[in-house]
């Protein structure tokens, strides 16, 4: 048993000592100018690092001060630098023959700059290339390079910092970013992992495959992904226009597929405190939507093929249409939207219609009926164009007395309505911009009244200004004298009484124009005299 032993414990003794021995057998400093070299071949770009040193105990090179140079089209600055970056390296061929062959690259806390030109070319486009491109204009006959195969790179705690040239507006930055590529090749596609904080709060993630690079134009190169974003303002982020009043906490869960010219997008984006204009009220409760697009890269356009947010039944609110961003102090985006739905549940619509900072009078409740619109938006998202057909059947107006509001024909004995109005239809065009909203073409039918029509106004400070006529005005509740007028003025064809709407949206006042009717009768009676 002793000579075994014996054996087992030079054995050991002799590991220890070459292992020790090792690091005598690597001169790291030496090594340092081969190592940049050799990654400044393979990316294109010049590395350097301020010192190299070997770490026995994780058996890696361990660089510091680490900078790699930006397209200088872009930036004199370094794209990346970094304190450290440990490279996990092969041992036998870098003890016996000083040559490094790679396994790893792990780069700690590092800064990176991401820039964007306007013509869509990002400064990483010419990474892989011999020298840098000018800005925007990778091209396709620079010398190729050396491929660079490393069984895992990663990135911890990085931060980056996203703008454009020329620059507007202070730049996005993207916190405690985490990127793990796994087999990775210029030459293949390789799996990825991706985490960081959202700027204004939020986190990003996405797992997928990259690849392989297009040595050409690397802001080209295919990808395939499944995205989650929790916790997103985008208001905050600088992502929407504040002026343009739309805002909103997101959720995603989306799925991207890109063939390097166009990002092919689909999933689901859940909405809370969805707000669509500055003095809405924020939806209590979540609002989905499925949503398949596909935005072009270079151009920073899109088309949002379906978006779809479902009613309780079948029905659903469809949107689809185009964008484009247009970059400036903040993000905003020119939109060409259709909005449509045909025979809504109104009682589904309910928190969105608060949305959208549609005001009902003494806080009533729309209960009932259906809904159905064919709207347009354009313009840019702070000047939007609003256009369109609504149509409102069978719904009740709770908490309102229309016959309280009247003044004029209803004052001379009162339209008896009670604490709900019944409309039997409401059909309407309206033209909502930042200068108000234009109502044309309102043909309704309120059961205590008749039917309704004309057109009308609403500031932006909510003052109303309509012009409508009552034809078939209900004699219900209406006193003596008021029935023998309409009466004398239904068989005389004249049942349309003027009406003039003023107030506000929560407080209108409505005054039937009684003046109008006593002269329109005198001159019937004029002129029945004359023809005697």
Do not use: C
């Not at 660089?63 to 600055?77: E, G, K, P, R």
């Not at 290339?129 to 660079?148: I, K, Q, V, Y």
């Not at 040595?215 to 600088?238: E, F, K, M, T, Y």
């Amino acid at each position: 048993m002793k000579r075994p032993q014996k054996i087992l414990g030079s054995f050991l003794i002799v590991l220890v000592v070459a292992l020790m021995l090792i690091p005598f057998f690597v001169n790291a400093r030496k090594l340092r100018p081969v190592l940049e070299r050799q990654l400044t071949a393979a990316l294109g770009r010049s590395i350097r690092f301020g010192d190299l040193s070997f770490s026995l105990v994780s058996r890696r090179l361990v660089a510091t001060d680490i900078t790699i140079a930006d397209d200088a089209s872009f930036s004199s600055l370094p794209v990346l630098t970094a304190k450290e970056l440990q490279i996990g390296v092969s041992l036998a061929p870098l003890i016996l023959s000083h040559r490094v062959e790679l396994r790893s690259l792990q780069i700690e806390s590092p800064q990176i700059s991401i820039m964007r030109a306007s013509n869509g070319t990002w400064n990483f486009s010419t990474i892989g290339h011999a020298s840098g491109a000018a800005a925007g204009n990778p091209t396709s006959a620079l010398p190729s390079l050396p491929d660079l195969s490393v069984g895992r790179i990663s990135i911890e705690d990085g931060r980056a910092v996203i703008q454009t040239l020329p620059a507007h507006g202070e730049p996005t930055v993207y916190d405690h970013v985490r990127f793990t590529a796994r087999d990775f090749s210029f030459a293949s596609q390789f799996r990825f992992e991706l985490s960081a904080n959202l700027p204004a709060g939020g986190t990003i993630s996405a797992t997928g495959r990259l690849g392989p690079i297009n040595r050409n134009d690397g802001a080209a190169s295919p990808g395939d992904a499944q995205i989650i974003v929790r916790n997103l303002n985008p208001v905050a982020a600088a992502f929407l226009n504040p002026e343009a009043g739309i805002s909103f906490l997101a959720d995603f869960e989306l799925h991207a597929a890109s063939d390097g010219q166009k990002l092919a997008t689909s999933g689901t984006i859940h909405l809370q405190n969805l707000k669509l204009r500055k003095s809405a009220i924020a939806t209590p409760k979540l609002v989905d939507l499925a949503y398949t697009g596909v935005h072009h890269l270079k151009e920073n356009t899109g088309e949002i093929q379906e978006a779809t947010i479902k009613m309780s039944g079948d029905e659903a609110i469809n949107v689809s249409g185009t964008y484009q961003i247009v970059e400036g102090e903040v993000k905003d985006a020119v939109l060409n939207l259709r909005i449509s739905g045909e025979n809504l549940p109104i009682d589904d619509l309910q928190m969105l219609m608060a949305a959208t900072a549609v005001r009902l009078p003494n806080g009533s409740l729309l209960k009932g009926g259906t809904v159905s619109m064919d709207l347009t938006v354009a313009g840019q998202e702070k000047s939007l164009v609003i256009a369109g057909p609504i149509s409102v059947d069978n719904t009740r107006l709770v908490g309102f007395d229309v016959g309280s509001k009247i003044h004029g024909i209803a004052a001379l004995g009162g339209v008896e309505t009670g604490n709900t109005t019944e409309f039997k239809k409401l059909h309407m065009n309206v033209l909502v911009t930042n200068s108000g909203a234009a109502v044309g073409k309102i043909d309704a039918v309120i059961l205590a009244m008749g039917e309704v029509r004309g057109s009308g106004t609403v500031s932006p400070n909510d003052q109303l200004n309509f012009n409508l006529v009552v034809i078939g005005v209900k004699a219900k509740g209406i006193g003596k004298v008021g029935i023998g007028l309409l009466t004398k003025l239904n068989t005389q064809g004249g049942a349309a009484v003027p009406v003039r709407v003023t107030g506000t949206s929560e407080d209108p006042s409505i005054t039937a124009d009684v003046g109008s009717i006593v002269q329109k009768e005198k001159r019937a009676l004029l002129h029945n005299k004359k023809n005697e």
